[in-house]
């Protein structure tokens, strides 16, 4: 397709258009905290984190269900699984009730890195929140609420 001049000056500009402003703070926010972790000599991604995160707080959780709360594919997850059970963060077991599923633990590996991790992830969404006042982190709280719902309509 040809674009002429006044063709482009009727797009609009990426760097005006809302959701690319969100997702390179998101994007800038994981860079950040990973480079931070990985300063101080933590291993693990910011997305196996979250899977470690979903395991310890829904034990029986399966992985479709991880995918869905972290908003991954489902193959991205098996991996991510099968890096943190070679890597002894995670363990498979046969489900005790249904011999065809397999159960994932968290070792006490993950929990002491977890624990760790834990202590220092608050201090990067402060650094990352400064300059930012008490309503405007609730107006951006209700604005990504209410463009989630909206999508999910």
């Given amino acids: 397709m040809y674009y002429n001049n006044n063709t482009i000056s009727k797009m609009e500009k990426l760097d005006s258009v809302i959701f690319s402003k969100i997702d ?7 860079q950040f905290t990973q480079a931070r972790l990985k300063a101080l000599g933590h291993q693990i991604t910011i997305d196996q984190w979250l899977v470690i995160k979903c395991l310890i707080e829904n034990p029986r959780i399966q992985q479709n269900e991880i995918s869905e709360l972290i908003f991954k594919d489902a193959a991205s997850v098996n991996r991510m699984v099968n890096l943190l059970v070679d890597a002894k963060y995670l363990k498979r077991r046969i489900n005790k ?9 968290v070792t006490r590996k993950a929990l002491d890195t977890i624990d760790e991790m834990d202590r220092i992830i608050p201090d990067n969404r402060a650094f990352a929140l400064s300059g930012l006042t008490l309503e405007e982190m609730q107006i951006a709280t209700k604005v990504m609420t209410q463009i989630a719902s909206n999508c999910r309509k």
């Avoid at 390179?24 to 994981?30: E, H, K, L, N, P």
């Fill in 97 to 105: 009730s249904d011999r065809r599923k397999m159960d994932i633990l």
């Fill in 24 to 30: 390179r703070a998101i994007r800038t926010y994981r």
